[in-house]
């Protein structure tokens, strides 16, 4: 017993060990949703003063993807007398959502992508862009940091129900996949027994 005990401390040790080196590829729930708040953050403070387009930009670069801040500029921005500056509105284009990040806001790893996902409640909404009950946030890996790719009014189907599956239990399933995946897990496993594999 202590021989397998000793295996399998070192079986967790190289896994999270593993996990830990490649954190700049593998987020969590909580660091995701911190980094949807943090950008939302940018883009609100872009309306407080009058900027010049390198201060703007070097705002955004580390929370959005290039081609999502040209975008959102373009759509956004206004030139005024001294430099450059937003004028957020009920219905401005390419603005992170108004997230509640409760229990409710749920964080999906897909396609290599991470997915900040929330159902809307229409009852007590004003004027928005939303038409669907769901809103969302695209995140992909830019030069080694997790950044906004893209807003979602509309969610494929896919999410939805990768979205209700996470209501259906406790675990984080990001952590149960990068487990899974894990190259040093997936060698113990084949040592113990082919079909074991994490319960979800």
């Not at 992508?113 to 929330?118: A, D, F, I, P, S």
């Not at 809103?135 to 999410?159: F, H, R, S, T």
Request: one cysteine or more; hydrophobic letters at 40%.
């Amino acid at each position: 017993m202590r021989i397998m005990a000793t295996i399998f401390s070192i079986m967790l040790f190289l896994t999270f060990g593993q996990a830990s080196h490649a954190s700049t590829m593998v987020g969590t729930d909580s660091t995701i949703k911190e980094i949807v708040k943090k950008s939302l953050d940018a883009q609100v403070k872009l309306s407080e003063k009058e900027r010049d387009l390198k201060e703007i930009h070097e705002m955004l670069i580390p929370y959005f993807t290039s081609s999502f801040i040209q975008k959102f500029l373009k759509e956004n921005l206004v030139k005024t007398n001294y430099g450059y500056q937003t004028f957020g509105t009920d219905f401005a284009r390419y603005y992170i959502p108004f997230f509640s990040y409760d229990q409710y806001t749920k964080v999906v790893h897909y396609n290599n992508k991470y997915y900040v996902l929330e159902k809307r409640n229409l009852d007590n909404e004003g004027p928005v862009l939303y038409t669907s009950e769901y809103q969302g946030v695209c995140l992909v890996n830019e030069d080694g940091k997790w950044k906004v790719e893209n807003v979602l009014y509309d969610l494929p189907i896919e999410l939805i129900k990768k979205m209700n599956e996470s209501d259906k239990t406790g675990l984080n399933k990001n952590t149960v996949a990068l487990l899974a995946e894990n190259p040093f897990f997936l060698g113990w496993k084949h040592l113990f027994n082919r079909s074991f594999h994490p319960i979800i």
